[in-house]
């Protein structure tokens, strides 16, 4: 069983950044895809990023395209998602999650593993 918690969440203007952390425990991270989802009020969670297994591949959402970065730390500990050139349209409660098999996937039903979700909330 991997436990994840995410942390790093919090109140930020419009433009603002913010970067969210990802652990699983103290385990080592590096055999899963690990995935970022979000759920704003009112809506289905949605996908948001993802970083391949050993390796360096990631995919995002179109929505957060050239504004947010998915990182492993050197440890192969913890994810990240960095977040810059925040808007209202991404307040959120992020959710980190880890799949054991399979390639890179934007299905949350593909995700073994999840976090409890932190809020970040983009507001002036």
């Known amino acids: 069983q991997v436990q994840l918690v995410e942390s790093g969440g919090g109140l930020v203007q419009p433009g603002g950044s913010l970067r969210l952390s990802c652990g699983a425990s103290g385990r080592t991270i590096n055999q899963y895809n690990m995935g970022w989802f979000r759920q704003a009020p009112g809506k289905e969670r949605e996908f948001v990023s993802v970083?391949?297994?050993?390796?360096?591949?990631?995919y995002y959402a179109n929505s957060v395209k050239g504004r947010f970065t998915i990182s492993r730390d050197t440890a192969k500990i913890a994810v990240y998602l960095q977040m810059n050139s925040l808007t209202p349209e991404d307040t959120a409660v992020y959710f980190c999650?880890?799949?054991?098999?399979?390639?890179?996937?934007?299905?949350?039903?593909?995700?073994?593993?999840w976090g409890q979700g932190t809020q970040v909330t983009v507001s002036s």
């Open positions: 999650a880890a799949a054991s098999v399979g390639s890179t996937s934007t299905r949350e039903t593909d995700y073994d593993y």
């Open positions: 970083l391949a297994r050993y390796g360096t591949y990631t």
